[in-house]
């Protein structure tokens, strides 16, 4: 692999850092717009040098981090945080996310409107899964 020393595939950093869980799923995110390099949508391949802004949007959160040290090999996590400055914004807070359909434990089974409004709750990709009335 011929490439500058000062470098490296964006697909395989975010896969060293431990940003993504395998590299396979870092080239998909790339593949699929969701990986942006100083603004720009970027593909597996592109190469990546220290100061550059990486942005990556995953399960509906986007994680900021503008590049320190550039690594090749998977390392552990103390390590990984080191190679990145992370800029992301906070995550939003458990109670703003409400659970749709929690039932207080011991509260017995739902009544039909209690089961309606938890598919409302819901929407309709919930009826879907029940199969035809």
């Known amino acids: ?10 697909d395989v950093w975010i896969w060293s850092v431990r940003l993504t869980k395998t590299r396979s799923t870092a080239a998909s995110a790339c593949r699929a717009g969701h990986v942006r390099v100083n603004g720009e949508r ?4 592109h190469a990546l040098r220290a100061g550059d802004q990486v942005r990556v949007r995953q399960s509906g959160r986007e994680r ?3 590049v320190s040290r550039i690594i090749r090999k998977r390392v552990g996590a ?12 906070p ?7 409400a659970p749709a359909g929690r039932r207080d434990r011991g509260a017995g089974r739902p009544t039909k409107r209690d089961r309606r409004e938890m598919e409302r709750l819901r929407g309709p990709a919930a009826d879907s899964r029940r199969g035809t009335r």
Do not use: F, I, L, Q
């Not at 970027?42 to 391949?45: E, G, L, T």
């Open 1 to 10: 692999m011929a490439e500058d020393a000062g470098t490296v595939r964006v």
């Open 42 to 45: 970027v593909k597996p391949a």
């Open 64 to 66: 900021v981090v503008v």
């Open 78 to 89: 103390p390590v990984a945080v080191e190679c990145y400055t992370d800029h992301s914004p």
């Open 91 to 97: 995550p939003p807070p458990r109670e703003a996310v």
